[in-house]
C-alpha cells in the first residue's frame, strides 16, 4: 500500500493569514491529486484537482504540485473561520490503474 | 440532482447482527467505491467496482461483501457485525478511477 502523508494538526492561523497544507506521496509514477475539504460530521467534499507541475490557482485556493519532490499543497489565502475543516489530501497512485488513496488529513482552525 | 445517496445516515447494531447499507448514484458514473473512516483517520477503500458485475477488494474488505447489478447501485453488506465495524461509512463515485470522486452524506454505524 502506498503512503500518503499529512500532518494531522492541528494547523491554527489568525484570520486573514495564508493557510498553507501540505502532502507527501510515496508512488513516483501518480498523475492525479486531489484536496477535499471535510467538515466535522459532514462528507468529503472537492476542492481542488491538479494533474500538471506548477500552481494551479482558484479563488482564495491554490494548489501547488512538485512531481519530483512528491509534494502538492494547498494555500488557502485570506483565511476565514469558515475555512476551519479537516483537509483531506488524495492521489491517484499506479498510474491511474487505483482508486484514491486518501491521507489521514490536516485540520485548519481559523482564529477570528 | 441528487448525486450520491445513502441510507441510512445512522444505524446501531448488536453483535453479529447483519445490515445492508445502500448507495445509489445518478451521475451515470461507471466506478463506486465504498469508504470507511474511523475517528481522526483518513479514508480507507473496502471495495470498489469499476462498472456493474464487476467488484474488487480494497484496503480493509474482511467483514464485508458488495455487488454491483446495475449501474446505479452500490450496496455493502455487513454480515456478522463486529465492534471493530463501528466507524462513519462514505460511498462515492467517479467518472474514471483517475479523476475526482463524489461522495454520499455518510452513514455512521454503531456496533455494541
Redesign the interface.
Known amino acids: 500500500?502506498k503512503e500518503?502523508e499529512q500532518n494531522?494538526g492541528p494547523l491554527s492561523v489568525p484570520e486573514g493569514a495564508i493557510a498553507s497544507l501540505n502532502c507527501t506521496y510515496s508512488d513516483r509514477v501518480s498523475?492525479?491529486f486531489?484536496w477535499y475539504r471535510q467538515y466535522s460530521g459532514?462528507?468529503?467534499?472537492?476542492i481542488m484537482?491538479i494533474y500538471s507541475n506548477g500552481d494551479k490557482e482558484d479563488g482564495r485556493f491554490t494548489a501547488q504540485l512538485n512531481k519530483a519532490s512528491q509534494y502538492v499543497s494547498l494555500l488557502i489565502r485570506d483565511s476565514q473561520p469558515s475555512d476551519s475543516a479537516t483537509y483531506?489530501c488524495?492521489v491517484?497512485e499506479d498510474s491511474?490503474?487505483?482508486?484514491?488513496?486518501?491521507?489521514?488529513?490536516t485540520r485548519l482552525s481559523v482564529i477570528a | 440532482n441528487a448525486g450520491v445517496t445513502q441510507t441510512p445516515k445512522f444505524r446501531i447494531l448488536k453483535i453479529g447482527q447483519s445490515m445492508t447499507l445502500q448507495c445509489t448514484q445518478d451521475m451515470n458514473h461507471n466506478?463506486m467505491?465504498w469508504?470507511r473512516q474511523d475517528p481522526?483517520?483518513?479514508?480507507?477503500?473496502i471495495y470498489?467496482s469499476v462498472g456493474a458485475g464487476i467488484t474488487d477488494k480494497?484496503?480493509v474488505p474482511n467483514g464485508y461483501n458488495v455487488s454491483r447489478s446495475t449501474t446505479e447501485d452500490f450496496p455493502l453488506r455487513l454480515e456478522l457485525a463486529a465492534p471493530s465495524q463501528t466507524s462513519v461509512y462514505?460511498c462515492a463515485s467517479s467518472r474514471?478511477?483517475?479523476?475526482?470522486?463524489?461522495?454520499?452524506?455518510?452513514t455512521r454505524l454503531t456496533v455494541v
Open positions: 500500500q500518503v494531522s498523475q492525479s486531489f459532514k462528507s468529503p467534499e472537492l484537482s483531506l488524495a491517484n491511474g490503474n487505483t482508486p484514491l488513496v486518501f491521507g489521514k488529513g | 466506478y467505491y469508504y481522526g483517520m483518513g479514508l480507507k477503500l470498489y480494497g484496503e462514505f474514471r478511477l483517475n479523476t475526482e470522486a463524489f461522495f454520499g452524506q455518510g
